[in-house]
């Protein structure tokens, strides 16, 4: 068993950690909420009164921040950083999704004081992480993906190396923006039913059958009362939030610029999810989006 450090502890973060301690690791886990911490700690893990200690006898730590700015922050910033304190051969699981370029820039600076990292965005939403069934996109090399994969493989079913650093987070983008797609499109076809008379379970049932079969349609339905468990029929409380989906589609926008792609169903996506957030939903579950299109 490993010595973890956890520095991160949201939606997400608490789960992950709370499976890294049901797999017997030793984990002491940081965030600035002290209920967040709290919840983890009853569950096992220790905690410190700094990240600082936390990593201190680390052999992996992993980080689940906001944004690049957070992890950029934590890991390099002067005297503070956990570069400075992190020890040699130790490996940073950072399983924010943030840009490749943040990513990158972490990795060379860690590298240069002997510590490896990997970036390893994650995809499978509260649920996954609860159940520890996430899928995991690892950047970096193999000898690291091969250090981080028995340690992801207690909080994830799917594990997957994307490539050289940065390689996660660009998978991460690709898969949210066509994620983003999906739910739009479900969300027109389901209204489009409704506004002429079909019941949304029958049309559901008939499209999960026939060519349209999608996981935002068979997993995720954002139809209030066609699937139970589902944010869409709990008022869209829980689940993947409109304002973090609008931020992972300005990622892949930026990764789109840089690269000189062209992605006009990715910028369509972010536009209806950026104005929903303006319209006050920016809390509320993503598959919210189908309110959008109501007649």
């Known amino acids: 068993m490993a010595n973890i450090a956890f520095i991160g502890l949201g939606n997400m973060g608490s789960p992950m950690a709370i499976n890294l301690v049901k797999a017997g690791h030793q984990v002491c886990v940081f965030d600035l909420s002290e209920s967040a911490v709290a919840q983890v700690v009853a ?3 220790t905690t410190k009164a700094s990240a600082i200690e936390c990593v201190k006898n680390a052999q992996f730590i992993v980080s689940m921040l906001p944004a690049g700015k957070h992890v950029e922050g934590v890991y390099l910033t002067a005297e503070t950083g956990l570069i400075n304190h992190i020890e040699k051969g130790s490996v940073v699981i950072d399983s924010s999704t943030i840009d ?3 990513s990158r820039k972490v990795a060379s600076a860690l590298a240069g004081q002997g510590i490896n990292f990997v970036d390893a965005p994650v995809s499978g939403g509260v649920g ?7 899928s995991f996109m690892v950047g970096g090399s193999i000898d690291e993906f091969n250090q981080v994969e028995p340690i992801l493989k207690t909080m994830g079913k799917n594990i997957f190396h994307a490539g050289d650093h940065g390689a996660g987070q660009i998978a991460k983008a690709c898969n949210n923006m066509l994620l983003s797609v999906l739910m739009i499109g479900t969300s027109e076809a ?3 039913g409704l506004a002429n008379g079909l019941d949304a379970k029958v049309l559901s049932n008939i499209m999960s059958e026939s060519s349209g079969s999608n996981w935002t349609l ?9 699937m139970e468990n589902v944010p869409s029929s709990n008022d869209y409380k829980g689940g993947f939030m409109v304002d973090l989906m609008a931020k992972d589609l300005g990622l892949a926008m930026d990764t789109a610029v840089d690269s000189q792609s062209s992605t006009p169903m990715g910028a369509l996506a972010r536009n209806l999810y950026v104005m929903h957030a303006a319209s006050g939903n920016g809390g509320k579950d993503f598959s919210s989006i189908f309110n959008l299109f109501n007649k």
């Open 43 to 45: 569950q096992g893990a």
């Open 100 to 102: 490749a370029a943040t």
């Open 128 to 134: 996954g992480a609860v159940a520890g069934t996430l």
């Open 190 to 192: 389901l209204q489009l």
């Open 218 to 226: 068979d997993v995720y339905n954002p139809c209030p009362d066609v």
